[in-house]
């Protein structure tokens, strides 16, 4: 029995699909809360300002997702990606062009569009306190 040499195996492609699945679903959750918190608790257009943020973090991930995959399936295996900064940094200027044009035609408030856009940060941290005390009821004693 050897173990396998890349990590192409079914089990780590079933991995990585899975933990991005939870942190997607965690920023859901977390985001709709901070929405209806926000709704309730200040106004309905920060409520709304917290949603439209939330969508932005999650055009965000889907782009990056989707650039950075398109990168790595047009390279060559063993050979270093090609990438032209200005189509990386292209999602950075939309995203701030929406949020610019956000903020000068006063839509909508902006410290909660930014707030739901931190809303993939305040998951990661979400998933990694949900781990750690995971961690502390699945130990066992030596």
């Keep these: 029995m050897s173990e396998p040499d890349d990590l192409r195996t079914p089990d780590a492609a079933e991995l990585i699909p899975s933990q991005h699945r939870r942190l997607l679903v965690l920023m859901a959750v977390l985001g709709a809360l901070g ?4 709704a309730v608790f200040s106004s309905v257009r920060f409520g709304a ?3 439209v943020g939330v969508l932005l973090a999650f055009v ?25 900064a200005l189509r990386y ?13 956000i903020y000068l035609s006063e839509i ?10 931190a809303s993939f940060g305040f998951a990661v941290v979400a998933e990694g306190l949900i781990q750690i005390f995971l ?7 030596i």
Excluded: C, D, H, Q
């Design 108 to 117: 909508l408030p902006i410290v909660p569009v930014i707030v739901g856009m």
């Design 60 to 84: 965000s991930y889907f782009w990056l997702r989707y650039s950075l995959r398109k990168v790595f399936e047009n390279t060559p295996e063993g050979e270093r990606p090609r990438i032209s």
């Design 49 to 51: 300002g917290i949603a």
């Design 35 to 38: 929405t209806i918190a926000g």
């Design 135 to 141: 961690s502390f009821s699945n130990r066992k004693e």
């Design 89 to 101: 940094l292209g999602r950075y200027f939309a995203l701030g062009g929406v949020i610019a044009v």
